[in-house]
């Protein structure tokens, strides 16, 4: 649960510094993530970003997403409110308040990183490491006990 805890911080402090690699760095290559933003987004830059059933598939699609979001969103603001423990198989919840007052719950399914152990509790999770093209931040590929987001399913209070 302390490895939840500390991915949950450093993914909020990345958003809060609008620093889209470190965002990106808690993200699995084949991560699904749905959201009804996602459908919202693509309604809102005429298929642009996003996709029409909310769901986006892999980094690329992410990042794009995240970015347009970064843009648009000058003002974005995450605080931590719980991370919660979900059922076996890497499963949290983490939930937040937006800058404009919103409620948020994300659900998460963490997995170790490519090339470690699946087995056990991590607790080294969240140490950021680089995006998609391998680039390394604080810790880098091969740290013991690393995870990822390999699933997220986001939940709002009411659709911001």
């Known amino acids: 649960m302390e490895s939840a805890r500390k991915l949950a911080e450093d993914?909020?402090?990345?958003?809060?510094a609008r620093d889209l690699d470190a965002v990106m760095s808690h993200y699995s290559p084949e991560v699904v993530f749905e959201s009804p933003r996602v459908a919202a987004a693509f309604h809102a830059t005429g298929g642009?970003?996003?996709?029409?059933?909310?769901?986006?598939?892999?980094?690329?699609a992410l990042r794009q997403y995240f970015?347009?979001?970064?843009?648009?969103?000058?003002?974005?603001?995450l605080e931590?409110?719980?991370v919660l423990e979900g059922p076996p198989g890497g499963w949290?919840?983490?939930?937040?308040?937006?800058e404009t007052g919103a409620m948020v719950?994300?659900?998460l399914?963490?997995?170790?990183?490519?090339?470690?152990?699946a087995a056990g509790e991590v607790a080294a999770a969240g140490q950021a490491e680089g995006d998609e093209s391998g680039g390394s931040r604080s810790g880098g590929a091969g740290v013991q006990g690393r995870q990822l987001i390999v699933e997220a399913r986001v939940f709002y209070e009411q659709v911001c």
Do not use: C, F, K
């Open 48 to 60: 642009q970003v996003g996709s029409p059933d909310g769901v986006l598939r892999g980094l690329g």
């Open 11 to 16: 993914w909020v402090a990345a958003w809060n």
């Open 105 to 107: 719950l994300e659900t």
């Open 109 to 117: 399914r963490l997995a170790a990183a490519a090339g470690q152990a």
């Open 80 to 82: 931590l409110q719980q």
């Open 92 to 98: 949290y919840g983490v939930q937040y308040t937006r």
């Open 67 to 77: 970015a347009q979001g970064i843009s648009a969103l000058p003002g974005l603001r």
